[in-house]
């Protein structure tokens, strides 16, 4: 994994609460804060914790869209855009087969699906519900769909890391690289806020809700991209040293990339990664 690699793409939605602490550095929550803490501190407790729908014209030329979930929608359109920067055209001409993978980050991307299934059986019975939702409640639907939907012929994975999601999926992605598997990975990062029913029954609940697709490229796509480096370390060498959460991860690597302020010289972003110590971002 320590070998560079390139970030050549983005895309993403997120709630206007996220999107202010992760396009203002100096609001961002330090690993050890909670969500519900970081959004008091920063001030942005006013704004939105929800993604605000998607435009109705950015669905265009995705057929079928509009009948899967919010979650599915949502990282499609992420992932798109995320292919497009990357100057990547998904189906290969003359229907050939690409290595293209993707790698889905989520704990709650299927939780919309099951609440409605649930909805439905109760309403018309457990035999009439709409055969249609049952494949949406299972985890890794949007990382199939968007294989389906772009012509992605790599591997297409799902992680669900808890707290660490975002480093274990990126991890995953890097070594997929690395092993020769695909040439670029659409990395996925789907944080959603559940439906009410679910308060208080689940494990990790997102705060504010986030969408982020980053493509990794084992070489620049047109030419163009973010060098950096992925290693796994077990202490933090500096105590100035720029350090997000989890959650913060792929927003701050796409924000940097989208915004094209590339690093002067080296520098490095620390993320906790969980009993494993710390992931380091090494541009």
Avoid: W
Wanted: glycine share 10%; aromatic share 6%; hydrophobic share 40%.
């Amino acid at each position: 994994m320590p070998q560079f690699i390139y970030l050549s793409g983005c895309g993403y939605y997120m709630a206007p609460s996220f999107a202010a602490i992760v396009e203002r550095p100096d609001s961002r929550p330090s690993a050890g804060d909670s969500a519900e803490h970081s959004a008091e501190d920063s001030g942005d407790g006013a704004l939105s914790s929800r993604i605000e729908d998607e435009p109705e014209e950015a669905a265009g030329g995705l057929k079928g869209l509009k009948r899967h979930s919010r979650a599915v929608r949502l990282a499609c359109l992420a992932i798109r855009e995320a292919l497009q920067t990357a100057s990547i055209p998904g189906h290969a001409p003359g229907g050939k087969s690409n290595d293209i993978g993707v790698v889905v980050g989520t704990n709650d991307a299927n939780l919309e699906a099951i609440d409605r299934l649930q909805q439905e059986a109760e309403t018309y019975g457990v035999n009439n519900t709409n055969p249609g939702l049952f494949p949406e409640t299972v985890l890794n639907v949007i990382a199939g769909q968007a294989s389906i939907y772009f012509g992605l012929g790599g591997p297409n994975v799902t992680i669900s890391g808890g707290d660490f999601s975002s480093v274990k999926s990126l991890q995953y992605a890097a070594d997929m690289l690395e092993s020769g598997s695909a040439s670029h990975v659409a990395v996925c990062i789907v944080r959603l806020q559940p439906p009410a029913v679910f308060e208080g029954s689940i494990r990790y609940r997102a705060a504010r809700e986030s969408v982020v697709a980053l493509v990794l490229s084992r070489l620049p796509s047109g030419g163009s991209g973010l060098k950096l480096r992925l290693e796994s370390v077990t202490d933090l060498p500096d105590a100035a040293a720029t350090r997000v959460t989890d959650e913060q991860l792929p927003a701050v690597l796409a924000v940097k990339l989208r915004s094209g302020e590339l690093p002067s010289g080296t520098s490095v972003i620390y993320a906790d990664a969980g009993p494993e110590g710390l992931l380091a971002v090494e541009f």
